[in-house]
């Protein structure tokens, strides 16, 4: 099964949609997001775009503060305490990444966690870890359910986790040994990497390197999550891959996500997730 993400994305959203509809007209308000975006970034623009719409698309108050690479990190924190006063937005995200100048996990740690959409912040990410409620991190979350979707008893089986990055892979081993998996977090300089990754049920590959996960890898049924996505320069241009190298592994896997249109698409369908959540925490 390859696992579509657009229309994984577009269910959740809809389910979102329904959601919000019926608080705005039970408690005649809606969901408010702030999005801060600072310079020129193209793949930033891009991605905060595609977050604007999709709010809209649901009925979310989006808005977008855009900044020049100038802006002081003091002047971005106190912008950041604005919103966290302001009660009409209830999620607040700043895109990264973030100028030279400013330390990102200092502006992350200056919002408000409650209102933490992205998951970030160390009160979010340390209740994630010792398993209470928390706002979870958006990709590892579209993620986790993916893998629900496919099988919803994950007890005992062996997840292996390739990328042990703060954004992705520890928190998809928090998400997964909350489903009582046995998780190992392994990395591009794990020995014998391979041969851990032919015992996996579930491979989620968050390493960076372009087809690194190879067909003779995997084993078969198993679930390949790739959250890869890297540019290979072609001679008419350029196309997107993930880690994985889908041709071989799509042959083999029971359920794997393509790149693109699978975890990205999902991805921004669980910042929405996460706005309505902190709008009903708050």
Known sequence: MIINGKKFAQNLKNNIKREIKFLKIKKKIVPGLTVILIGNNTPSEIYVRNKEISAQEVGINSKVLRFKNSITEKKLISIIHNLNNDKKVHGI????????????????????????????????????????????????????????????????????????????????????????????????????????????????????KPNFVKGNWVKKGSIVIDVGINRINQKNGYKIVGDVDFKSVVKKAKAITPVPGGVGPVTIACLLSNTLKAFKNN
């Open 93 to 208: 995200l700043v895109q990264l990444p973030l100028p030279q100048h400013i330390n990102g996990s200092k502006i992350v740690e200056e919002i408000n966690p409650n209102k933490d959409v992205d998951g970030f912040h160390p009160i979010n990410v340390g209740n994630l870890s010792s398993g209470k409620d928390s706002l979870v991190p958006c990709t590892p979350l579209g993620c986790y359910l993916m893998i629900k979707s496919i099988k919803k008893d994950l007890t005992g089986l062996n997840a292996l986790i390739i990328g042990r990055s703060n954004l992705n892979g520890k928190p998809m081993a928090q998400l997964l040994l909350k489903e009582n998996c046995t998780v190992t977090i392994s990395h591009s300089k794990t020995r014998n990497l391979k041969e851990l990754c032919k015992k996996a049920d579930i491979v989620f590959a968050a390493v960076g």
